[in-house]
């Protein structure tokens, strides 16, 4: 079970820190997002074992993800908002690494969504 907090209203340009809890450990979590009338669209997925991170191009260098020190926890910290980051944000997780980490379908536990709004 995973559990999204964070979200809220924020200028262009401002920044805002999503949390995402897991009820046990996991190998990847991951953020998605799904603005209304769009398909929901990867944004940044961390690997527990290594640290790596990935990110979308539309949110690299204004993005970041990290962990807590256990493997139940994940921050997105979302720099320099643009209204285009406007959404719903979903974390997500998967118990091992999958190259295909930004496929929403490889991830088996999902949060509730957080709304960040970003207006124009």
């Known amino acids: 079970q995973l559990q999204a907090s964070g979200g809220g209203l924020a200028q262009a340009g401002d920044s805002l820190r999503l949390s995402c809890s897991a009820s046990?450990?996991?190998?990847?979590m991951a953020w998605f997002r799904q603005a209304p009338g769009e398909e929901r669209q990867f944004v940044a997925a961390?690997?527990?074992?290594?640290?790596?991170?990935y990110f979308a191009d539309s949110v690299k260098g204004r993005f970041t993800i990290s962990r807590g020190t256990a493997r139940v926890t994940a921050y997105l910290q979302m720099n320099n908002l643009e209204p285009e980051d406007t959404a719903v944000y979903y974390c997500?997780?998967?118990?091992?690494?999958?190259?295909?980490?930004?496929?929403?379908?490889?991830?088996?536990?999902w949060g509730q969504g957080t709304l960040v709004t970003s207006p124009a």
């Open positions: 997500a997780a998967r118990l091992h690494y999958s190259l295909r980490y930004y496929d929403s379908e490889q991830y088996s536990f």
């Open positions: 046990e450990r996991t190998g990847v």
């Open positions: 961390i690997r527990w074992d290594t640290r790596s991170t």
